[in-house]
T-cell receptor
Framework: DGGITQSPKYLFRKEGQNVTLSCEQNLNHDAMYWYRQDPGQGLRLIYYSQIVNDFQKGDIAEGYSVSREKKESFPLTVTSAQKNPTAFYLC?????????????FGEGSRLTVL | AQSVTQLGSHVSVSEGALVLLRCNYSSSVPPYLFWYVQYPNQGLQLLLKYTSAATLVKGINGFEAEFKKSETSFHLTKPSAHMSDAAEYFCAVSEGFGGGADGLTFGKGTHLIIQP
């Protein structure tokens, strides 16, 4: 079945450590996205990528980094510079061009900083 | 710029009662509109979408929504609530055909509570 796979589902980190969240899709979608979700704040865009080897900052990119070396993969690194990293992180993908903008989501990764 | 406003961060209804979740949008171009549902610790699942065809859109699990351009609204309804409908619901807007490269703009979500 086609879809988006995020791992790990749960992750604990000590302050000062970098962590990388994995996102893989087999939908052959052009664009991929990372959102952060906090209670009562909806979804906030961190980074997005329309094409391999290119990506753009979203609304809350500070303290995060990404790469897009393959069409299928868009990992997110939460760096030690992110002051409040505890959150639920969602990866999504979409078709560009003739698509409607509909996003397809993974199951999410919950990061807790101890 | 687009925006989405969901009225009511929490909505509580009795099992079997009508569900009405409100969504208003603003967009400078004819929009495409979406409703997503999220269960605890899971990703978002598409309920339904409006893409400029019929203004009354039917989705999964008995939900439907009506696009009203004059009211810039896209409210979600279900005639009879079920306990399994308890979840978080998000309304979202895109820039229409082709979508926006920076994804969808989401409302802050409405938590639906079903009373037995």
């Amino acid at each position: 079945d086609g879809g988006i796979t995020q791992s790990p589902k749960y992750l604990f980190r000590k302050e000062g450590q970098n962590v990388t969240l994995s996102c893989e899709q087999n939908l052959n979608h052009d664009a991929m996205y990372w959102y952060r979700q906090d209670p009562g704040q909806g979804l906030r865009l961190i980074y997005y990528s329309q094409i391999v080897n290119d990506f753009q900052k979203g609304d809350i990119a500070e303290g995060y980094s990404v790469s897009r070396e393959k069409k299928e993969s868009f990992p997110l690194t939460v760096t030690s510079a992110q002051k409040n990293p505890t959150a639920f992180y969602l990866c999504a993908s979409s078709l560009l061009g003739a698509g409607t903008g509909e996003l397809f989501f993974g199951e999410g990764s919950r990061l807790t900083v101890l | 710029a687009q925006s989405v406003t969901q009225l009511g961060s929490h909505v509580s209804v009795s099992e079997g009662a009508l569900v009405l979740l409100r969504c208003n949008y603003s967009s400078s171009v004819p929009p495409y509109l979406f409703w997503y549902v999220q269960y605890p610790n899971q990703g978002l699942q598409l309920l339904l979408k409006y893409t400029s065809a019929a203004t009354l859109v039917k989705g999964i699990n008995g939900f439907e929504a009506e696009f009203k351009k004059s009211e810039t609204s896209f409210h979600l309804t279900k005639p009879s609530a079920h306990m399994s409908d308890a979840a978080e619901y998000f309304c979202a807007v895109s820039e229409g055909f082709g979508g926006g490269a920076d994804g969808l703009t989401f409302g802050k979500g409405t938590h639906l509570i079903i009373q037995p």
